[in-house]
């Protein structure tokens, strides 16, 4: 290796480590940025075929396919250990499931997206130790069990943010299963069952979630579930066909 090219690597090791927004906007697209990243933190790039997957998907114009991949996506990068890399790539997928979701007309999904994405930036800007990481779940489902529904789904989508503070890995995935499912259960109770399929197929995305998530729910919901996880796993094998 040159010494020019010794430089150049030192000096973008540094710049990943050192996170800073503008450097972030700088790299972003910069070929192999990407990889050097999963390779700082010791993850398994595996854990971003689906979202780069999603990502050309949505270039073009695949909009449907892309969002089936940017779901499974979202709990892939779950599996990164490093905090700041996770929190990056769990941004770059909703905002591509925002862009997805505009693709297909659904403009509201496509906000709740794009605030999703915008207020896991503001968490990663907060200092560590801001609030304990499940509180926000507590305080969410303490919303749906006084039949608070409103306040309840505002509350999970807080919790989606505020759970990227647990830890280990597993912990913090089935903390993220548990309020997936409550957000399932809160819009059927609110009756937007468009928007509860919706929750529905983001945990079918992830193996045996939508199935934990049925056992727990009233005999309505679990009918309901069942039916998203049939047609999920019917639109997965036309996919691969």
């Not at 192999?32 to 075929?49: I, P």
């Not at 943010?161 to 995935?173: D, F, K, M, W, Y």
């Not at 468009?194 to 009918?223: D, K």
Request: aromatic share 6%; hydrophobic share 40%.
């Amino acid at each position: 290796m040159s010494p020019r090219r010794a430089v150049v690597l030192l000096g973008l090791s540094c710049l990943v480590a050192a996170g800073c927004a503008s450097v972030e906007e700088f790299t972003r697209d910069l070929p192999g940025m990407k990889s050097l990243k999963y390779t700082m933190a010791g993850a398994d790039r595996e854990h971003r075929a689906n979202l780069a997957r999603g990502l050309t998907e949505l270039k073009a114009g695949e909009y449907a396919a892309a969002v089936r991949s940017l779901r499974q996506a979202l709990w892939d990068v779950e599996q990164i250990d490093k905090p700041s890399l996770r929190l990056e790539e769990r941004v770059e997928a909703h905002q591509a499931l925002a862009e997805a979701y505009t693709g297909l007309g659904k403009n509201q999904w496509s906000e709740e997206q794009r605030a999703l994405a915008q207020a896991l930036v503001e968490y990663g800007r907060r200092e560590n130790g801001a609030s304990a990481p499940d509180t926000a779940l507590a305080k969410a489902k303490a919303a749906y069990q006084a039949a608070h529904f409103r306040e309840a789904v505002a509350a999970f989508g807080q919790a989606l943010v505020e759970l990227e503070g647990l830890s280990p890995t597993p912990v913090r995935l089935r903390a993220l299963e548990e309020a997936r499912c409550h957000l399932v259960l809160t819009y059927f109770a609110l009756g937007q069952k468009e928007r509860a399929s919706e929750e529905a197929r983001q945990l079918a995305a992830r193996e045996g979630a939508a199935t934990a998530c049925r056992r727990q729910a009233p005999p309505p919901v679990r009918a309901f579930i069942r039916d998203v996880e049939v047609n999920e796993a019917r639109a997965g094998k036309r996919s691969g066909d």
